[in-house]
């Protein structure tokens, strides 16, 4: 019964890779065809405004932060 207890534990782990590998995978699919649905829904400037009105928001403007740079 000792020798079954490891296995089991290994099989266990096993099963929750394979089973985060699957979501992982599932998840990323499912966001890919979310995304391009909605882009071609919305239209791609549309996209791009929202994506540059969220950069607006958090303050991500796509140039350097110099101050960071004088470190």
Do not use: N
């Not at 534990?9 to 909605?38: D, N, P, W």
């Amino acid at each position: 019964m000792s020798k079954a207890l490891p296995r089991r534990r290994a099989a266990s782990r096993r099963k929750r890779v394979i089973f985060f590998a699957v979501g992982a995978a599932f998840g990323s699919a499912l966001g890919l065809v979310i995304g391009s649905l909605l882009t071609f829904w919305l239209g791609e400037g549309t996209v791009r405004a929202i994506q540059r009105g969220i950069r607006r928001i958090t303050g991500d403007d796509g140039h350097p932060s110099f101050d960071l740079l004088l470190q």
